[in-house]
């Protein structure tokens, strides 16, 4: 990031701008002007355990550092800026934060040892009690209960405890109770570098007693951090601090606390939300006392997250495909606790079928489900000791008919057909707003009405993409004339010195110069975002060539390799238009072309079939472009740079490149930054969930920094990941992260077809975002991406990833349940079949003979010939032969197609 004095930086997603604002305080400069209250002056006391070294202020004896031996000048916590953040309101890791009912009370009552900060009073601490503190000194003197804090040790591991008691003589109803997890999540004034080097960001999973917090490095390298309840301390909900004063924003998503009870929320500010798990309180009688325990243990890098689970005797769960459930896929739950399972339940009840299944391995309990009714379900496991874990579900429709309603929203309601369009937008796919059921046609953020950049080209490139899984000759003929019409010549450039240079947006404020009535006069364009049309018009931002490319370039898979689908022009006309796209984004946007860009490997693809069609002058110009950013790319430590100050969208371009020129140092590199922060949980919201917080601010219609659920992140970085698992096939973890992060974004598809931005996380609304935004950005990542996968695991068997596994007389037979049915990857023997045209109706695989039977769904009037592309990866040992195509043509295999069934069979032999 470049450092610029006596500027201020604003750092969005629609652009750079720099505003020249010498006077003007900075939010963390306020902050850093508030009274100091947290006692740093009183000094540190020190201990160590077996895993960390524990500072605490001896004053509050909050953490102000947390070291793993290993690494002794890590700091989980944010100890680097303790003192900007040592005043009133700023969360710790050791404060507590309290909801409560006296008995005959109608109102919920608040109490925070972190609201008004006074020395805490020392307790005696001796035998496994590190350090303790009463801490009703600096809790509000009216609250009913005394509580003391203990840092203890048990089995080596270091244990925070919280004991409450009733000091009065009537009832008391703990509604909320909330153990804030402050780690070091602010990047504000950071390098790439050091962000990699000292930040962490963490995820839940609110599985009640066996939920967990997850922390893992930027750099994604050991160790990771887990917490873990220790004793009754289950996990119910996550609730955002919104009140720490700490400044929320691109550098910073915010603090978190680990709710136990939720009543308290549910009745007041998330009362019209459907949470994770049913509220709970409980009543304290006067007199009693109740413990509340958290463990903090270390883990390897994140893909040792499960085994130390196991170690700790948590319990473990393991979904197949994941936790996004189609309703024609029969999926897998594999349990592993050192009790049995008691029951089962499922809400809403009949939602999912859950039913004991054969286990191949004693150490795992198997069930298989199938999902009936459409929305989230949460399955309930009660086991022997009375601990309860809940796995969190969404089931949706057949992927086939998701992605059909999907396109038919598109290009029906999101189809914008005004021919005299004072912006020239017409015709076209754009922005909807599905809480007002009407197109969005201006907008204070000029993008989102504009068709550019992310906000606004979500839309069009969303239904471009969808034609490459499920293509429809009625849409196609509506998108031939936007390419035509409105994306070659509007929001492309195609003319003059600007040639194949892409706009930022076609919308513009500029009311001075436009008609009286242009501009809608209830919306407020007094932003930095409503930009003039000189700004609207500039071809500087790299990031908007992508979305043009990935569209000529699907135009031109379906001209070429499907009979009379696209009739405007010629492939070679498409492919050539997206070549030049490519070529004109590191030309005419040179300073962002240096950064990996959201939908990048589009640039790889095009590349590729360049080559493939001959057209070798213009693939060695895209070639030598693309080798010079990736040899910058090579010379950096953390090659992620973006317009933002950290970022998760360049890792997917910046790996496939690196892969591709042979710097696996550096694809390494960035698939361990991913795996950072890209978990798998077993929740459909955070498993495979690549990390984005601040695009509510840019693309969506309820602008907040948030945590967010499946934006465009998850199914591009599932690219990377998922190629990384067809080079490394017995990695059953990356598969599981990767298929997550796939499944994940067509989850937030309703069941009318909308594609919102993205899911909201907060626990006070727990729906998807009402405006389309960016959507298409990381539908880009599923068509791409989507494919079948057969393996088979040591510990679980067999499993399908897109396809339902069965055997038959030695035969793994494997149905395809994805939408398009045209990949599929058979672990193995590291098979991997691409098909340009044609769809898989059935795989039938010999892991004896290593044998594989290829049948393809019958010819229809667009496809009569399949073209098949076969690699093998991840097994270098292994080579193949194909029986049943009747030629080869630039690599593939073609198949004439009939009106039954074609097989297709290949032997896969060792060298």
């Avoid at 023997?829 to 059935?842: E, R």
């Amino acid at each position: 990031m470049m450092m610029i004095k006596k500027i201020k930086i604003f750092f969005v997603a629609a652009g750079l701008f720099l505003v020249s604002n010498a006077s003007a305080q900075s939010p963390w400069q306020k902050l850093a002007q508030k009274p100091s209250t947290l006692g740093l002056q009183d000094g540190r006391i020190e201990f160590k355990t077996s895993s960390f070294r524990l500072q605490l202020v001896k004053a509050s004896q909050t953490v102000s550092a947390l070291n793993p031996l290993s690494i002794p000048a890590f700091d989980f916590t944010p100890g680097d800026s303790l003192k900007i953040r040592s005043s009133n309101g700023m969360y710790h890791l050791g404060d507590i934060n309290i909801s409560l009912q006296v008995e005959g009370d109608t109102a919920w009552k608040n109490f925070s040892t972190a609201k008004e900060r006074n020395k805490v009073k020392a307790l005696p601490a001796s035998g496994d009690v590190l350090a303790a503190a009463d801490l009703t000194s600096t809790l509000d003197a009216s609250i009913p209960l005394t509580i003391k804090r203990f840092w203890e040790v048990h089995d080596g591991n270091l244990v925070l405890r919280f004991e409450l008691q009733n000091k009065i003589n009537s009832v008391v109803e703990i509604g909320a109770l909330g153990i804030p997890m402050v780690f070091n999540n602010l990047l504000e004034g950071k390098t790439l570098e050091q962000a990699h080097a000292r930040n962490v960001f963490y995820d839940p999973y609110t599985g009640m007693d066996a939920g967990y917090l997850q922390v893992t490095r930027l750099s994604g390298a050991a160790p990771s951090l887990l917490v873990l309840p220790y004793g009754k301390t289950p996990f119910e909900a996550y609730n955002p601090l919104l009140d720490d004063p700490t400044p929320r924003g691109i550098v910073f998503e915010g603090f978190y606390e680990w709710l136990v009870h939720s009543k308290a929320y549910a009745q007041t500010t998330w009362k019209n939300a459907q949470q994770w798990n049913e509220p709970t309180s409980v009543k304290i009688m006067p007199g009693e006392t109740r413990s509340y325990s958290l463990q903090f243990v270390l883990a390897g890098d994140p893909k040792n997250i499960e085994t130390t689970l196991k170690k700790y005797h948590r319990p473990v769960a393991v979904g197949v495909p994941g936790y996004v459930l189609p309703q024609n896929v029969n999926g897998k739950l594999f349990l592993q606790y050192g009790k049995n399972v008691s029951f089962i339940n499922v809400e809403p009840a009949g939602a999912i079928d859950v039913e004991p299944a054969p286990s191949e391995n004693a150490n795992w309990k198997v069930y298989s489900l199938h999902g009936h009714t459409w929305g989230r379900a949460r399955v309930t496991v009660n086991y022997a000791d009375g601990a309860v874990q809940t796995i969190h579900y969404k089931v949706i429709k057949p992927e086939a008919e998701v992605i059909g309603d999907y396109g038919n929203f598109l290009t029906n309601q999101q189809w914008f057909e005004v021919p005299n369009d004072t912006f020239h937008r017409s015709p076209s796919v754009i922005s909807y707003d599905y809480e007002k059921n009407q197109q969005v046609v201006q907008d204070s953020r000029a993008w989102i009405a504009g068709l550019s950049d992310e906000g606004g080209a979500g839309g069009w490139l969303g239904a471009t993409m969808k034609q490459l899984i499920l293509p429809d000759n009625t849409q196609i003929k509506k998108l031939e004339r936007f390419v035509d019409q409105t994306l070659y010549g509007n929001i492309q450039y195609t003319m003059g010195a600007n040639k194949f240079g892409v706009r930022k947006s076609l919308f513009f404020y500029e009311p001075d110069k436009m008609p009286a009535g242009t501009y809608d006069s209830s919306i407020n364009f007094k932003t930095w975002a409503a930009w003039p049309r000189k700004e609207a018009e500039n071809i500087g931002r790299s990031y908007n060539y992508p979305h043009v490319a990935a569209a000529y370039w699907v135009m031109y898979r379906l001209a070429r390799y499907h009979h009379n689908l696209v009739n405007n022009h010629e492939w070679d006309w498409y492919l050539n238009n997206a070549a030049q796209t490519t070529i004109a984004m590191v030309e005419k946007a040179p300073y962002y072309a240096q950064f990996g860009q959201m939908e990048g490997s589009v640039f790889f693809f095009i590349l590729r079939d360049l080559r493939r069609e001959g057209l070798t002058t213009m693939a060695e110009k895209i070639e030598a472009l693309m080798k010079k950013r990736a040899i910058h790319w090579r010379s950096l430590a953390y090659p992620f740079g973006s317009e933002m100050p950290w970022d998760s969208t360049g890792q997917e371009e910046v790996y496939v490149w690196s892969y591709f020129f042979g710097y696996t140092d550096k694809a390494e590199v960035t698939l361990k930054a991913i795996l950072g922060y890209m978990p798998t949980l077993p929740s459909w919201a955070y498993n495979g969930n690549a990390r984005r917080y601040w695009d509510f601010l840019y693309g969506g219609k309820l602008s907040r920094i948030e945590r967010m659920i499946h934006h465009y992140g998850s199914e591009l970085n599932a690219i990377p990941v998922l190629q990384e698992y067809r080079t490394h096939p017995d990695d059953l973890y990356l598969l599981r992260v990767g298929y997550g992060g796939v499944l994940g974004g067509i989850a937030n598809i309703n069941e009318e077809g909308f594609a919102p931005c993205a899911f909201h996380s907060f626990p006070s609304t727990l729906v998807n975002d009402g405006l389309s935004g960016d959507y298409g950005s990381g539908f880009y990542g599923y068509a791409v991406n989507t494919a079948t996968y057969l393996t088979k695991d040591k510990e679980l068997g067999w499993l399908g990833f897109g396809g339902n596994v069965k055997q038959e007389n030695g035969w793994i037979i494997v149905e395809p349940t994805t939408a398009a049915k045209t990949s599929a990857f058979i672990a193995p023997v590291g098979l991997w079949l691409d098909l340009k045209a044609g769809t898989i109706k059935q795989l039938a695989f010999n892991p004896v003979t290593k044998q594989l039977k290829l049948q393809l769904d019958n010819a229809d009037e667009h496809t009569a010939i399949a073209y098949l592309d076969i690699s093998i990866t991840g097994r270098k040992n292994k080579t193949f032969t194909v029986k049943g195509s009747s030629k080869m043509e630039k690599g593939m295999y073609v198949v004439p197609l009939h009106n039954q069934p074609t097989e297709v069979v290949i032997f896969v032999t060792d060298k």
